[in-house]
């Protein structure tokens, strides 16, 4: 089965960094593109960024450009989000999922940002 | 940026009676391999999304018969034959051809 168990968020003030993690199996991590998505207290989904399998292309959403940095290691299986410079509207719940279609997603892990 | 926007955003059923999603995109979703990157999603209270429906019209394995997706080009729509109790959710399409990836806001079904 193909799992995505993500860990790292908590609690940071503003202006504070946090670093996100999240360990795929059950699938040939190293050949696919992954993605991180978000979901603020009651809203809705928001996609963040994305890494192409080989990390040669990455992209993010402007609400994150220039705070957020994506990365990966296909030999641990694991795709990281370092988050700086973080703002009170970036709290919420933060997802990985596999795949340029968005196929399977991680059980999401809360990042809150607070004085 | 491609604007999705969903209607309704609110949508009381009764069960066993169908149920409709549109979606509208503000841009063409064929990409130019010709395949539409459209996807509908469920998300549960509590829960991660699910995908249900891929480039438009494919089910996900597991996603039972009464979910199709339909439409072409810039509109989509989310049909439910009949909808049940486990049906209460909030749905949401999202576009894979362009970047930024796009979300619909969302639309909740109540019973």
């Known amino acids: 089965d193909v799992q995505l168990v993500q860990s790292g968020g908590g609690l940071v003030k503003p202006g504070g960094s946090l670093r996100l993690s999240c360990v795929a199996s059950?699938?040939?991590?190293?050949?696919?593109?992954v993605n991180w998505v978000r979901q603020a207290p009651g809203k809705g989904l928001e996609w963040v960024s994305s890494?192409?399998?080989?990390?040669?292309?990455?992209y993010y959403a402007d609400s994150v450009k220039g705070r957020f940095t994506i990365s990966r290691d296909n030999a641990k299986n694991s795709l990281y989000l370092q988050m700086n410079s973080l703002r009170a509207e970036d709290t919420g719940v933060y997802y990985c999922?596999?795949?340029?279609?968005?196929?399977?997603w991680g059980q999401g892990t809360l990042v809150t940002v607070s004085s | 940026d491609v604007v999705m926007t969903q209607s309704p955003l609110f949508l009381p059923v009764t069960l066993g009676q169908p149920a409709s999603i549109s979606c509208t995109s503000s841009?063409?979703?064929?990409?130019?391999?010709?395949?539409?990157?459209l996807m509908w999603f469920q998300q549960k209270p509590g829960q991660s999304p699910r995908r249900l429906i891929y480039?438009?019209?494919i089910r996900d394995s597991g996603v039972p018969d009464r979910f199709s997706g339909s439409g072409s080009g810039t509109h989509f729509t989310l049909k439910i034959s009949r909808v049940e109790a486990e049906d209460v959710a909030v749905y949401y399409c999202?576009?894979?051809?362009?970047?930024?990836?796009?979300f619909g806001q969302g639309t909740k079904l109540e019973i």
């Open positions: 999922s596999s795949g340029t279609r968005l196929d399977h």
């Open positions: 059950g699938f040939t991590f190293s050949s696919y593109l």
């Open positions: 890494i192409s399998a080989t990390s040669g292309y990455i």
């Open positions: 841009q063409s979703l064929v990409y130019s391999t010709g395949n539409t990157y």
């Open positions: 480039e438009v019209a």
């Open positions: 999202m576009q894979g051809t362009h970047w930024p990836r796009t």
